[in-house]
């Protein structure tokens, strides 16, 4: 009987300290691709969750994304959203409001933000937000996407925070190597400056010392007036031609334009904003951007 009474006493505190076997997996939501892939190596492995994107990985980023009745629908049922903030989730509001209870995780905390430059002549009357949200494109900067993943994680699943913290040490290690090795590589190129698509890529040209010498749309999906290509074309003859970088994700008039009026020549960078989700996708996206960068950068 005594020892009857041990078992159950045991069974309960075990409960209690909610460290007892999970009878239903954890819904954790990311909101969209490149957090996806950083949380699933955090996440590699740990019991008793289950983690999902709230949006397709074909989206790309959300910009001026509107939520769905789906999406809705996934969140009422979740207990964690992993957002890549720095304004990218311009929703957020929306769902905190409707969802107080949901613990809202925050990838930019302690990320040095580079502020949005505001248009002044107003072509643009979308609102983009203080600061660029694109924070993912440095490595450095996922390391510390990383590490705010593995804070909160641990603290929503204290049970599992020994797994939750090996893995992010084990993947800021893949992270901080191949940090060393675009560094390495991209320093002694004898060009630096760059033409991108949009507003992607000021992260990554700050870690390594690249100059963005124009930008050919704010937004993707945002229409170039003639004014602003205009303008593009005369910064790119004035910095000498430097290589345009389309993206994968999207096509683009307006940069071919550039490249016809220019004689410009045109690679390809991806932002890693779609993918199949593999857990080296971050890695495998950055060597082959690196590949791309030689290239257009070594002559």
């Not at 289950?50 to 989206?59: A, F, N």
């Not at 304004?87 to 969802?99: R, S, Y």
């Not at 992607?200 to 930008?215: I, S, T």
Request: net charge negative; charged share 20%.
């Amino acid at each position: 009987m005594k020892k009857c009474f041990g078992l159950l006493l045991a069974l309960l505190l075990l409960s209690l300290s909610g460290c007892g076997a999970v009878a239903e997996d954890i819904s954790v939501m990311a909101t969209f691709y490149p957090v996806y892939v950083l949380a699933e190596n955090v996440l590699d492995g740990v019991e008793g969750v289950t983690l999902s994107s709230m949006t397709p990985p074909s989206t790309g980023c959300l910009h001026d994304y509107q939520l769905l009745t789906s999406d809705m629908r996934a969140l009422a049922k979740a207990q964690a959203l992993l957002i890549n903030g720095a304004g990218m989730e311009a929703f957020l509001p929306d769902v905190t409001g409707q969802f107080p209870g949901l613990t809202v995780i925050d990838c930019s905390m302690g990320v040095e933000l580079i502020a949005e430059e505001e248009d002044g002549e107003g072509d643009h009357d979308h609102d983009h937000g203080e600061f660029n949200a694109h924070i993912w494109l440095a490595p450095e900067n996922a390391i510390q996407m990383v590490k705010n993943l593995r804070d909160g994680l641990s603290a929503l699943l204290p049970c599992q925070a020994e797994r939750i913290a090996a893995n992010a040490e084990a993947y800021i290690e893949r992270l901080t190597a191949l940090d060393a090795e675009l560094r390495a590589a991209i320093e002694p190129l004898p060009r630096k400056e760059i033409v991108t698509f949009h507003e992607a890529f000021p992260y990554f040209a700050r870690a390594y010392g690249l100059e963005v010498k124009a930008v050919v749309a704010l937004e993707p999906d945002e229409p170039v007036s003639p004014r602003m290509l205009k303008e593009v074309i005369q910064k790119v003859r004035a910095a000498g031609n430097p290589p345009l970088f389309s993206e994968p994700q999207y096509e683009s008039a307006a940069l071919r334009t550039v490249a016809q009026e220019t004689g410009a020549p045109v690679y390809e960078l991806d932002p890693l904003v779609t993918g199949d989700g593999a857990k080296t996708a971050y890695e495998d996206v950055m060597r082959k951007n690196l590949q791309v960068l030689l290239e257009a950068l070594g002559n």
